[in-house]
């Protein structure tokens, strides 16, 4: 085998251009594939995976101080896999601020550390509490906190009168507090319950975690439990958006790797027939067949090996930010590749790269030396005759028509070609789809730059306003002057006076927030899917996720309750958003629960040309305190989405394009003689180019007509089934995203790939000094 | 068959061609007259191959000059030279040189197309030329399936086609056996005899005799001797 690899090497080092592509192909490939399967082996679980990181709990458990004391909780949770606690908890009550965002209570624990054996949380910001007066609240990472929310450093004010000051942000997936404090501050805030937390062996089904709380809580009083939560009922609330990525990841994941193998499939199986005549002369000068074989498979190994652990490399960081931005909702930090990708790509790709050009070989193997040697340039039968014949009667120009017909001339290569532009467009395709998609759900359901102006109007509280610069601002007219005020300040077209109200569904435990408008709801944005806006009292439109939570229907009747007060309330429409805890009424709906609250959100359209700043003054000039604040903005999860679309996209689009120039390499090589010959008649370089590209556009044209049905299926298929796992409804402007306009767009998407491809090596061929090509007989 | 004009075709003034360091011509100069029939001889590497290159504008002199038909081709750019094979040169090889996936028609009608003719006047043209050669009963077939005197035949069908100033021919007989060949000679004999400009390489003597008016001797890339003959009828 000593003569083996200097002869390997020495073609490597031959074949600069063919190398290359291998090399690059098989990169992007496998970049492709440790994303995808990164992404695929993340997306089956990411609860899962970020509940596993955290520790998250099983169970965690209320118990009344009165009836249980902490070592006899110690004790009852010894059949637990794991516990955390005993820790104090209280509800801190903060009033009302009349900031929207604000939370009114908080469910808070007393916790000397964020680590432990359950429910480890992630700090991302700040620090954790470390002595008395000090919290930190439990956020999630990818939310701003909203409008009014308190930041690092701020100080919450209690109704009892203490202060704290919240020195971090943590996030805990088990969602086991709202904020935290040390055991210490705890202590003096007078807890109410002790909190445990548990893990259990077996806790996949809801039978087993009763079967565990049953365990940890017997020998226990009977009333001592006040209250748990299951993680199965969390991970089904919390599923809605991480399995809105999971068939998006699916197919892009499947498509990656489709592509991959085709392209790979056809560099190294057109390097070889390439190689024919090299191979003969190796015969020639008495290699043995399995030593010409393994000079082969040596001599596509090399750059397949290089760009697989490059690749690697390159897929790691890529899945590995991706994931994590994908899956910092969960506030599980970095989320990375599972070393099985690492091995199974490094591995595999290698493997699939070698039989790929195994079967070639075989071939070639086979093949007397005297045949190898006049591969490729012996007289051979013509293929498609039946085409050319018929184009060459065409009106076409000539140099058009011979292209068109060059892709009937290599037919098995022809349709791997095909294949990869195929699933090249079927990608841009769905993507485009998606991006349609996703963009015009998002910009309806969050109505994004659906009002020109929010102004916030803060509202007294009973007893002496606040003082000091941290004050909250004061709305100085009445509800009734403020909506007078803002319509009647120049530019003004549409006011909408709002007020949240924090709500609960009677019959369950659900906490709701109810929006009540006044004025021009109508121009707020919002799409009604089904039904119609209420016109009267004991009225309320809601989400398709709220009608699924509550099992509920467009006409069903539902009653509200606050404040001691009830209202029956009839569901009359369902609106485009996403919350499934909110609910939107009317002024006539809240004078039956209260009657006497102010309005505290104005949004305002303008005419055209209006002066936003030269508003906001207008208005704040006769009532300072109104504040204009952010309006509605498109969440981080759509920007990941897409931003993952486009990636994968792009990288998917390069690959079939460098299918497509390996392919034309591989043609204007193996036809440099024909080429020649009809530079020597009279072909001009500029009809030669047109030639060459014309034979790959007509593939990219083919793709684009059988990619696009594939990849419309395709987001038929995905956009449902986000749309399901997001438990939001698919109306169909949101499937209906492919006008004609866009159609042929696409079909030029996979011209422009094929072109793309083509042009280089085209041109490269079309300028060959044709008497060097003619004379190397 | 020619445009000839009855004055000089080809003149080659101090053609040099230098690859790399090897020098393949070594100021050549040389004239041809129209309806003349010139075989170029010489041992392997002399220099005819890369002569025939020159005139055909395939390539470009290192210095000197080639003008052809009036066209002096150092002024050309390639798309130039591309439109000059087009309108004034004939090419038939020793390898024949035939799209495998054309039948013979086709690639012989091909040369016209290119030049923006019409599929069907093309097609026509290429049957009379198909008539003339002997050849019509093979219109239809494709390559592989012709013997190779008849490839050959197409291929000096396809060069006539845009009735060149010039056919240059380059070892034509050189892949052909015996009989193959003497058909080729008799038909490139004919040729000339109705004024068509020939310009033969070859190490075949037999068909430098029969065909050429005038043998030039080529050694290490410049001409060492010029003899007149008087072609075998």
Not at chain 1, 221 to 247: H, K
Not at chain 1, 344 to 351: D, E, N, S, T, Y
Not at chain 1, 422 to 427: A, M, N, Q, Y
């Amino acid at each position: 085998m000593s003569a083996v690899w200097p002869v390997s090497r020495a073609a490597v080092r031959r074949r600069r251009i063919q190398t290359l592509v291998i090399g690059v192909v098989v990169m992007l490939s496998t970049t492709m594939i440790v994303v995808a399967l990164g992404l695929l082996a993340a997306s089956s679980g990411p609860f899962d995976q970020a509940y596993g990181k955290q520790s998250g709990a099983h169970l965690v458990a209320s118990y009344d101080r009165s009836k249980v004391s902490d070592s006899q909780l110690t004790q009852a949770a010894r059949s637990a896999a794991a516990v955390a606690g005993p820790f104090g908890q209280t509800t801190l009550d903060l009033g009302s601020r009349g900031m929207p965002g604000a939370a009114d209570s908080l469910v808070t624990v007393g916790r000397a550390d964020p680590n432990g054996p359950v429910d480890r949380l992630n700090v991302y910001k700040g620090r954790w509490a470390e002595k008395p007066g000090e919290i930190v609240l439990n956020q999630n990472p990818t939310d701003s906190g909203g409008r009014g929310a308190p930041g690092l450093g701020s100080t919450m004010a209690l109704t009892s009168g203490q202060k704290l000051t919240v020195v971090g942000f943590a996030y805990s997936v088990s969602q086991s507090a709202d904020a935290w404090v040390t055991p210490g501050q705890m202590t003096a805030l007078k807890p109410t319950s002790t909190q445990m937390l548990y893990r259990f062996a077996q806790a996949a089904t809801n039978a087993q975690v009763s079967a565990g709380q049953e365990a940890v809580t017997s020998g226990l009083p009977s009333d001592a439990l006040i209250g748990t939560q299951s993680y199965l009922a969390l991970r089904a609330m919390e599923a809605g958006e991480p399995n809105t990525f999971v068939p998006f990841l699916m197919v892009f994941g499947w498509l990656g790797l489709a592509v991959a193998v085709l392209i790979v499939a056809n560099v190294v199986s057109g390097a070889v027939v390439a190689g024919f005549r090299h191979i003969g002369v190796l015969k020639a000068l008495g290699f043995t067949p399995t030593q010409v074989m393994s000079v082969y498979l040596a001599m596509v190994s090399i750059p397949a090996v290089v760009g697989c652990v490059i690749g690697t490399v390159l897929g790691n960081a890529l899945a590995t930010s991706l994931l994590t931005r994908a899956f910092e909702n969960y506030g599980a930090g970095s989320v990375g590749v599972p070393i099985w990708v690492d091995v199974v790509v490094l591995i595999g790709v290698p493997v699939l790269v070698a039989l790929s050009a195994l079967l070639p070989a075989l071939r070639a193997r086979s093949l007397s030396a005297a045949q190898a040697i006049s591969a490729g340039s012996a007289p051979r039968a013509g293929r498609g005759l039946r085409v050319q014949r018929w184009l060459s009667g065409t009106r076409l120009p000539r140099s058009v028509s011979l292209g068109l017909g060059l892709p009937f001339a290599r037919p098995a290569r022809t349709a791997l070609t095909l294949a990869a532009v195929v699933l090249g467009v079927t990608s841009v395709t769905l993507a485009v789809g998606l991006g349609k998609s996703l963009t015009t759900y998002q910009t309806a359901a969050s109505r994004v730059d659906a009002v020109d102006v929010t102004m916030f109007a803060g509202v007294a509280q009973n007893g002496p306003p606040p003082a000091g610069e941290d004050a909250p601002p004061i709305a100085k007219l009445t509800d009734a002057e403020d909506e007078a005020l803002l319509r009647s300040t120049p530019g003004a077209t549409a006011v909408t006076a709002s007020l949240d109200l924090p709500m609960r569904l009677a019959g369950t435990q659900t906490d709701l927030r109810a929006t009540f408008y006044r004025g021009d709801y109508a121009q707020l944005g919002y799409r009604i899917l089904d039904g119609r806006w209420f016109d009267g009292p004991g009225q309320v439109v809601v989400s398709e996720r709220f009608l699924r939570q509550h099992g509920l229907a467009v006409g069903d009747r539902i009653t509200l309750q606050t404040q001691g007060k009830s209202v029956r309330a009839t569901i009359v429409g369902k609106a485009m958003y996403n919350s499934g805890d909110e609910v939107l009424s009317n002024w006539q709906t809240l004078a039956l629960v209260a009657p006497d609250r102010r309005a505290n959100l104005y949004e305002i359209n303008v005419k055209p040309g209006t002066d936003l700043d030269a508003f906001v003054k207008a208005v704040q000039a006769k009532d300072s305190g109104l504040i204009e604040t952010p309006g509605q903005e498109a969440g981080s999860f759509v920007a990941i989405v897409l931003a993952t679309v486009v990636l994968l996209t792009l990288m998917l689009g390069t690959v079939a394009a460098l299918g497509v120039f390996n392919t034309v390499v591989l043609n204007t090589r193996e036809r440099r003689r024909d080429l020649g010959m009809l530079k020597s008649i009279g072909m001009t370089p500029g009809q030669a180019t047109v030639m060459v590209v014309t034979s790959m556009a007509a593939l990219g044209a083919v793709g684009g007509v059988l990619g696009i049905p594939l990849g419309v299926v395709a987001h038929r298929l995905v956009v449902p089934a986000m749309a399901n796992g997001a438990q939001v409804e698919v109306p169909d402007f949101m499937l209906d995203v492919y006008p004609a306009g866009l159609v042929a767009l696409l079909i030029l998407a996979g011209i422009l790939i094929a072109a793309a491809g083509a042009y280089f090596p085209a041109r490269t061929a079309a300028h060959t000094i044709i008497a060097k090509v003619l004379h190397n007989e | 068959m020619t445009e000839s004009n009855g004055g000089m075709v080809v003149r080659l003034s101090a053609v040099r061609k230098e690859y790399g360091e090897a020098v393949a011509l070594d100021g050549v100069s040389l004239e041809i007259q129209a309806g003349e029939a010139v075989a170029v001889m010489g041992p392997s590497g002399s220099g005819k191959s890369t002569l025939l290159s020159m005139v055909a504008g395939l390539d470009r002199p290192t210095s000197g000059s080639v003008v052809v038909h009036g066209d002096d081709l150092g002024t050309l750019d390639e798309k130039g030279l591309a439109l000059f094979r087009r309108r004034r040169i004939g090419m038939i090889f020793q390898f024949f040189n035939l799209l495998d996936d054309l039948s013979a028609l086709d690639n012989v009608a091909l040369a016209a197309q290119l030049t923006g003719t019409s599929a069907s006047h093309a097609r026509k043209r290429a049957l009379e030329l198909f008539e003339e050669l002997g050849i019509a009963g093979r219109r239809n077939t494709y390559p592989a399936q012709l013997s190779g005197g008849e490839r050959q035949r197409v291929a000096v069908a396809r060069a006539l086609m845009n009735r060149p100033a010039v056919l240059l021919a380059d070892e034509p007989t050189g892949a052909l056996d015996t009989r193959a060949g003497e058909q080729v000679m008799d038909l490139l004999l004919d040729l000339n005899q109705i004024g068509q400009t020939l310009l033969l390489v070859t190490h075949d003597q037999q068909l430098a005799t029969r065909c050429a008016s005038r043998v030039i001797e080529f050694v290490d890339g410049h001409i060492a001797g010029e003899r007149s003959l008087e072609p075998t009828a």
